[in-house]
């Protein structure tokens, strides 16, 4: 498929192909009378990673909760063709149980239940299969988390804010795994980042949310390189 | 020594049935945040409904497993009132005290105000260090700890047991893992109906019991669970036992009038206790 340039505010026959893995159509999302999605069409096709940035309270976390079903939306429609596994904000672990416990958890919706592959990804919880969630350093929380959601066997995983309160080395790891994860067992990653510059740096796609809606998209090079995007989420001028 | 031997058994069969209590405070917290109430209630209706039973012509045994079956699918009713709609943890809270002055009314209209009790374990009492004990105490006792120990498998080993501690650790990332969280916590409000059933089913033939037993019995089986800050089973019948042993021990050698009195400033105690036990573990 031949991606556009960076558009502004997209159609929703350009935004919508009928071969996306996970698409919303005009999607809204309210909390009592505040408007936190408004008509948000977006899509993420089979293997591609896919970004999705902007400003706090854009609405951003709340696209992931609603895709993931926690949220009901008021208006729109969502197709997911796979299964998605949701990797939330701040690991959200569950810190009496065993990290072994968290990762067994994550296959609830059925599936196997055995951790041995997620070991095999992150070596370095298996040493800590016994240990409780909540003692564990921020970056091997994030592995949990994420070895969790990968134990649901997901086509899609939706990452939020996955580089919050890790120092970079760490971040860098968990980054080169997914990847990983994605150019060898092809799982799709929709990945929400404060971190723009991260974020535009490893997708192929990405969209600005901002107010509630989709302000632009495009591929994520050209909108690294987009000025407006560059001024407001990658701190200063396109070339600098 | 035998008054003593006799107030030790007694007050660790009242503390055991305080810790069922208790235990069912910690597993409707644990799973939905509600401190429940009507938890007393449910052994009144364990008591009551075991008696009108037997009265029936129903065996015993059958009659005490029969009520507390029934008092689950109370707790159900009282779960449903009280978690399926979107309401905040403190009108939950007033919902159960709501919920147990309602239970008071019924069972005063249904069974009356008089004490209710009926024979417990048939047999001879016996004989111990020279105490004569009631062999209720024994059914007590071995019941309460297969119970104890089924919890400790329930939450402790088994995927499911898991899946309703994933509920009151995280109800958000529970819900991300596809836990209806929801269920679980009526399912909860079903296994804390149960041990209150069998709480006051096993209560009743030692200790007559009345419509409006249940306020002593929620402030003691509270008193226990908050001990494990209400989401520790097992301080929770540490706990249970403790406020057992100590209304025992000041009935018999001081005097019964000051039994609750005392359990409830040791309660205070308790909580003067967890609060700096939080405070601290706030601090670090």
Redesign the interface.
Same mark, same amino acid.
């Given at each position: 498929m031949k991606l556009p340039a960076v558009t502004d505010v997209p159609s929703r026959e350009e935004v919508v192909p009928d071969g996306a893995l996970l698409a919303t159509y005009d999607l809204v999302v309210r909390y009592s009378s505040a408007v936190a999605l408004d008509g948000v069409s977006m899509h993420v096709g089979r293997g591609e990673m896919v970004a999705l940035i902007g400003p706090n309270g854009a609405g951003k976390s709340t696209l992931l909760n609603t895709l993931s079903g926690i949220r009901r939306p008021a208006a729109g429609r969502i197709v997911c063709r796979g299964k998605l596994a949701h990797v939330p904000e701040g690991r959200q672990l569950f810190p009496e149980l065993t990290v072994e416990d968290n990762l067994r958890l994550g296959a609830y919706r059925g599936g196997s239940r055995d951790p041995d592959p997620i070991y095999e990804l992150f070596p370095q919880l298996h040493g800590l299969r016994k240990r409780r969630a909540g003692g564990l350093s921020g970056g091997e929380q994030q592995m949990v988390s994420i070895g969790r959601a990968l134990m649901a066997n997901p086509d899609i995983m939706a990452v939020d804010e996955l580089s919050q309160g890790l120092a970079p080395i760490v971040v860098s790891d968990i980054i080169r795994h997914l990847v990983a994860l994605n150019e060898e067992k092809g799982i799709a990653v929709l990945l929400v980042e404060q971190n723009a510059r991260l974020a535009l740096g490893i997708t192929s796609r990405a969209y600005v949310l901002e107010n509630g809606r989709v302000s632009k998209e495009g591929r994520s090079e050209d909108l690294a390189r987009d000025p407006a995007v560059h001024k407001a989420y990658l701190g200063g001028q396109v070339g600098q | 020594m035998s008054a003593f031997t006799e107030y030790l058994i007694t007050g660790v069969a009242r503390g055991l049935v305080f810790a069922l209590l208790a235990t069912g405070f910690v597993l409707i917290y644990r799973v939905t945040r509600v401190v429940n109430f009507a938890q007393g209630a449910f052994a009144v209706f364990g008591g009551l409904l075991t008696f009108s039973l037997l009265r029936a012509g129903i065996p015993q045994g059958v009659s005490e497993v029969l009520a507390a079956l029934a008092v689950a699918v109370i707790g159900l009713i009282f779960g449903v009132i009280t978690i399926a709609g979107k309401i905040p943890l403190l009108s939950s809270l007033i919902i159960t005290i709501g919920l147990a002055m309602l239970s008071e009314a019924i069972a005063m209209l249904a069974w009356g105000s008089i004490p209710i009790s009926y024979s417990g374990l048939a047999g001879h009492d016996f004989v111990i260090l020279g105490a004569v004990v009631q062999r209720q105490y024994l059914l007590v006792l071995v019941v309460s700890l297969v119970l104890f120990g089924s919890m400790a498998l329930l939450f402790g080993r088994t995927?499911f047991g898991?899946?309703m501690?994933?509920c009151a650790?995280?109800a958000? !990332? !529970?819900?991300?893992?596809?836990?209806n969280v929801k269920r679980m916590g009526l399912l909860a409000f079903i296994l804390g109906g149960a041990l209150g059933g069998i709480g006051g089913a096993l209560l009743t033939p030692v200790e007559p019991m009345t419509y409006n037993a249940d306020v002593s019995l929620s402030i003691l089986g509270f008193a226990a669970a908050i001990v494990g800050g209400l989401t520790s089973p097992g301080l929770a019948v540490a706990g249970g036992l403790v406020f057992g042993l100590t209304e025992q021990f000041v009935s018999g050698y001081w005097s019964p009038s000051y039994d609750t009195a005392v359990a409830l400033a040791l309660l205070i105690v308790v909580l003067l206790w967890q609060a700096r036990r939080m405070r601290l573990e706030g601090l670090e």
């Open positions: - | 995927y898991k899946a501690t994933a650790s995280n958000y !990332a !529970a819900k991300l893992s596809g836990i």
